[in-house]
């Protein structure tokens, strides 16, 4: 997942819609790992570099520091859920 800050280039977690989606992804059997380079840890969890060996990526806050290079270069399965009108490469679904 990328981006678990409310909203970009912020480290401010309150009311990010990303934490109630790691928790139900969780609750549902899934392996969740993050990629937020303004917010360094939550929950005891530390943010991990993007990575190519995952079924599917989410971007949920893009942060303009945040290479989806890597993903695209890697091929990933991605779903866009950001609020912004920036186009990454992937269709929009929210």
């Keep these: 997942m990328a981006g678990i800050a409310y909203k ?4 401010d ?17 899934a392996q969740v790992s993050w990629c937020d380079p303004s917010v360094k840890e939550w929950l005891s969890e530390k943010s ?4 190519t060996n995952i079924d599917l990526g989410l971007i949920v806050t893009p942060h303009s520091s945040i290479d989806f290079g890597i993903w695209k270069q890697g091929q990933v399965k991605v779903f ?15």
């Design 8 to 11: 970009p280039e912020v480290s």
């Design 48 to 51: 991990v570099d993007l990575s």
């Design 13 to 29: 977690l309150r009311e990010s819609p990303a934490l109630m989606l790691i928790k139900e992804l969780r609750n549902l059997g």
């Design 80 to 94: 866009d859920l950001s609020a912004t009108s920036k186009d990454f490469g992937w269709a929009k679904y929210l």
